[in-house]
């Protein structure tokens, strides 16, 4: 996991995150993610899957564990500082 | 057992006719078994065939009749709960090994704090010397998220016997000491890496299995797509079956071409193949985590008129045979689950395309789940519809029958569903929830939750449901009275508890029985010896009018004990006898009737016990050490425990008596209460100086600071017996005699609070340690003016062992009483009853082991001086058989020649 410098992250408050994942997913597995928005972009030979949405731990942790279950390997998971 | 525990998660899943050999998995499983692995871990994500390469491997161990016998328990998410994950783990040993862990899990059902250390140990134990070895497989553990559980596990696999090896399938490493486990070679590992389909398996599966006729190209190519992922392959292949010959290449150069998610991909190929009835039924019963026909009639609220009508029987049948996912979960094919992976998949669909639906369904579920009884799942089918005002009245009206069953945790459960406003905001729930509170230990939580409900019921006052008010008024009040028995404020609860009686309408017999029997034990923790008599007779006739049999029996039980005290041992026999026939009566059902007679036996063996008829106070009790194993009732297996072991001193068997005594030590120890601990010492110490080991007896005083300047107490008067008797027993030894004035100061002051208390039992008890205080000192003619006392206070009631389990120094006194004819009669029939005891007894009871009928025939032609051939002929075995039997009866007489043997029988009247 990475992170864009030091804000006020903590366990209790929901914040930004941008999931990436191999492979293209459509939209309609926005509200399955917990209303995070899917967007597809190229990656070097194929797609990658942004998922983007607010969330406090304890929901990225399950969404995490959906992925994980559904035979997804993860790419990254980032902190978007701000929003 | 408790009334919801799900036999379907202890089966071992059946697999599919046609499944994939998996030889070199199977050959590694195999191989950490023999190298005496502790732990097999079968570590993936989902759909990688854990499961069903688990099964399939305890299948092919079943089938080859080799070692171990295998248990299998499925976890869900409801298992977080340590007390009933160990519930399910003994459940699951049991349908292997049916008289395992039978006293742990008669602690784990009964209320009260477990200690679960020691239920493991005593399980372990258990474990241990199991003839043939065990392999439970705890099949999904990544549900378990408990700490607490993670920490029993741990436990358990740190003191793991070699008789049982654990099988763990989860998709997530659990918080075990894996690392540890690996660096010892303890562990044996199967992991992604192991599990995915090679390429060969890929072909035998597309090509054999599910019958396709796909070229060696297209199986490479769908190996690659799904990288082995089996689920990935199976949906593939169900897609494949319903296809065109011609169109396979075309499908699978546009699948593995795509980018989209397997399985996004897949589900919809395979869903959109299905009618649209069948379809709309996936999707509705994905909610559910265990199907059956009507189940699922009920969710899909099928019409039953309706002209293509199948039932959900046929359908749930219908998908088994089609590979789609499902499991059965009996062997009757009544219940199945979905595939985990397909369940979240067609969850997904159904939240994509129904979501609307979603609370109904769960509303139809939560219905039919109750009207069949099962009401966790129905509180949890509410729950999640949403319904909070369905789940609240469902824990409202079942907590209390749940709790009777002894099902505390799930009790708990339900209240942390629950949001707390809506509890603190109900009156009945509130109370119900202080219930849970107090049986789960947590006494300290209780009062807070009956004030809440008080606050309520003041605020509701002009409301017209006074009836319910007073009802729930009358809860409060009773529980506030046990929590001031366990709070050490006996006097305040019998204020309370006698307002209460005054409150409570004549006719609610059941009601007021019990709080009599509350209200008998407050005035007996007090002292009030003759008022905790009148109220236990009172709720013993009340119980046993309300038909409420069982209160009745635990009634009898306090009855009989207080009974004794009060030295009425003929009243004590017809208590228990009315009890017995009570039992037989029309108002006792067919399987209850075994249990109270039983009981009540039990509970009259105490006074047989007195009464020096050993025999039958043995029998009885034993029968109700059983009953009390096998219907959770705690603390009569360990006063069942406790009494056998003096049974077995009194005959002179001290081995038999300090294991008994070890075996109540450890029943206590998996649920202490301060109750049973006081029994429990009391025992030790009368066993101890029954043995002379006068030593510990002195140090167990010392330890817990006692002396004879102690404060007395009637809640700890049996400590103060034993007291007396360890500091008569030490000041014997003593020339100065400090130590036997002190003693006799005790007894005499203990004397006098039992003579007003009326507690004629522990007068005749104290009389004699005063008599025998008094003769150590040298004081034969008080001490024999003492002993007439008890003897005159004792024979009409027939007390015996009271005298007898003094040993010789009132053996001695004795004989001096009848020499003086000092109530000469009955000192003699005692002592009558020493000289007899070893003769008049049935042999069984002074053999540790009692002859077989074989060895018995033996022993009589031993006796008649044949040869061992000759007996080898007489009764047709080999002669080797007639040695083995001779050595027995050796062993067992713990003789070593031929003429001891037949002159110790004679003396046993064997022959």
């Known amino acids: 996991m990475t992170k864009n410098g030091m804000g006020k992250l903590t366990l209790h408050q929901p914040a930004t995150y941008q999931i990436k994942v191999p492979g293209h997913l459509d939209a309609s597995w926005a509200e399955w993610a917990g209303g995070m928005t899917v967007a597809v972009e190229a990656g070097d030979d194929s797609p990658i899957t942004i998922l983007t949405g607010i969330l406090d731990q304890a929901a990225l942790h399950g969404l995490l564990r959906r992925l994980y279950s559904l035979g997804l390997p993860l790419i990254s998971v980032q902190w978007i500082e701000g929003d | 057992m408790s009334g919801d525990l799900l036999q379907t998660k202890l089966y071992v899943p059946r697999l599919r006719p046609f499944l994939v050999p998996r030889h070199h998995l199977i050959e590694k499983l195999n191989q950490g078994l023999q190298q005496g692995c502790k732990l097999t871990l079968v570590s993936a994500p989902a759909g990688f065939g854990k499961t069903t390469l688990i099964a399939d491997w305890g299948l092919r161990i079943s089938e080859s009749e080799a070692i171990p016998k295998l248990c299998w328990l499925s976890l869900d998410e409801g298992d977080n709960d340590l007390n009933s994950f160990l519930i399910y783990f003994i459940a699951a040993l049991q349908t292997v090994e049916p008289d395992i862990g039978l006293e742990p899990l008669a602690a784990l059902q009964s209320s009260g704090a477990t200690n679960s250390d020691a239920v493991l140990m005593a399980l372990l134990n258990e474990i ?31 003191h793991l016997p070699a008789t049982l090896h654990l099988v763990i399938t989860t998709r997530i490493d659990p918080a075990l000491p894996l690392a540890r486990l690996r660096g010892r070679g303890q562990l044996t590992e199967l992991r992604v890496a192991d599990l995915r389909f090679t390429h060969d398996e890929v072909a035998t599966f597309l090509n054999q299995m599910m019958n396709l006729e796909i070229s060696a190209e297209n199986i490479a190519a769908l190996g690659a797509r799904t990288e082995g992922w089996i689920t990935g392959l199976q949906l593939a292949a169900l897609s494949l079956q319903e296809r065109d010959p011609e169109r396979v290449t075309s499908f699978i150069q546009s699948f593995t071409g795509t980018h989209h998610h397997i399985l996004d991909y897949l589900v919809e190929e395979v869903l959109q193949q299905q009618p649209p009835r069948l379809q709309s039924f996936l999707l509705q019963t994905s909610i559910l985590t265990r199907l059956t026909g009507s189940l699922c009639e009920a969710v899909c609220a099928f019409e039953n008129d309706s002209p293509n009508h199948s039932d959900g029987h046929t359908l749930l049948n219908r998908l088994a045979k089609s590979n789609l996912f499902i499991v059965p979960l009996d062997d009757e094919r009544r219940w199945y ?8 998949l067609l969850r997904f669909r159904l939240q994509q395309e129904q979501a609307n639906m979603i609370p109904e369904l769960h509303c139809r579920a939560s219905k039919w789940h109750e009207e069949h009884g099962f009401i966790d799942r129905a509180i949890r089918h509410a729950i999640a519809a949403d319904d909070l005002e369905q789940a609240a009245r469902l824990v409202d009206e079942h907590s209390h029958p749940a709790h009777e069953r002894g099902e505390v945790s799930t009790v ?9 406003e809506m509890v603190r905001s109900d009156p009945s729930l509130s109370i119900a929830c202080a219930w849970n509170l107090f049986l789960n230990g947590q006494i300290g939580a209780v009062e807070d939750r009956l004030q809440d409900a008080e606050t309520l019921l003041a605020k509701q006052t002009t409301s017209v449901k006074n009836e319910q008010a007073g009802e729930l008024f009358g809860k409060i009040s009773a529980l506030r009275v046990i929590l001031f028995g366990t709070q050490g404020k006996p006097r305040r609860g019998i204020e309370l508890a006698q307002q209460l009686l005054e409150y409570i309408p004549e006719a609610n017999l059941s009601w007021r029985g019990i709080v009599l029997l509350m209200l008998g034990g407050l005035f007996r923790d007090v ?13 013993v006739t009340i119980l046993q009018a309300a038909e409420n049999s069982l209160a009745a029996v635990m009634a009898v039980e306090r009855l009989v004990r207080v009974l004794v005290m009060q030295g009425q041992l003929v009243q004590a026999v017809e ?16 399987k209850q009737q075994v249990l109270i007679s039983d009981m009540s036996r039990a509970i009259m063996s105490n006074v047989l016990y007195e009464r020096n008829q050993l025999v039958d106070a043995e029998m009885y009790v034993r029968q109700g050490i059983k009953q009390a194993k096998r219907g959770g009732f705690f603390q009569s297996l360990v006063f069942g425990q406790i009494l056998l072991a003096r049974i077995l001193q009194a005959r002179g068997d001290a081995d038999g008596a300090n294991m008994l005594l070890q075996a109540a030590i450890k029943s206590y120890q998996m649920n202490p209460t301060q109750w049973v601990h006081k029994a429990v010492t009391s025992c030790q110490v009368q066993l101890w100086l029954a043995q002379k080991e ?15 300047k102690v404060e007395l107490n009637p809640k700890n008067e049996f400590e103060h017996f034993s007291l007396a008797r360890v500091l008569i027993t030490e000041g014997r030894a003593e020339p100065d005699g400090k130590t036997l004035a002190k003693a006799l100061e005790l007894t005499k002051r203990l004397t006098l609070s039992a003579e007003s208390a009326g507690r004629m039992g522990h007068l005749i008890e104290l009389l004699i340690l005063q008599a025998l205080a008094l003769d150590a000192q040298g004081n034969l003619d008080q001490a024999l003016s003492c002993l007439e006392r008890a003897l005159v206070l004792a024979e009409p009631q027939g007390f015996v062992r009271i005298f007898l389990d003094k040993g010789n120094p009132i053996i001695h006194l004795l004989k001096e009483a009848a020499r003086r004819n000092i109530a000469a009669e009955y000192a003699i029939k005692l002592l009558n009853q020493i000289d007899t005891d070893s003769q008049s007894d049935t042999p069984s009871s002074i053999l540790i082991e009692p002859l077989s009928d074989r060895e018995l025939e033996v022993l009589h032609l031993m006796a008649q001086d044949l040869s061992y051939r000759e007996i080898a002929n007489q009764i047709v075995v080999s002669l080797n058989t007639v040695r083995t039997h001779v050595k027995n009866i050796y062993s067992k007489l713990m003789v070593h020649k031929r003429s001891e043997a037949v002159a110790k029988a004679r003396e046993l009247n064997l022959l």
């Open chain 2, 128 to 158: 241990a010397s199991l003839p043939q070895p065990l392999a439970l497989i705890l099949d999904d553990y990544h549900v378990i998220e408990s700490h607490s559980i993670d920490e029993a596990l741990t436990f358990l696999l740190d």
């Open chain 2, 337 to 344: 689950r979905y595939h985990h992976l397909f369940a979240d």
């Open chain 2, 694 to 708: 006068f030593d510990a007896a002195s140090r167990w005083a010392q330890e817990n600071s006692l002396n004879a």
């Open chain 2, 575 to 590: 208590v228990c006898t009315e009890m017995i026939d009570a039992s037989t009566g029309p108002n006792v059902q067919g």
């Open chain 2, 527 to 539: 002292g009030n010896i003759t008022q905790a008599s009148r109220s236990f007779a009172e709720a």
């Open chain 2, 412 to 420: 708990r459960g339900w209240f942390e569903l629950l949001p707390d």
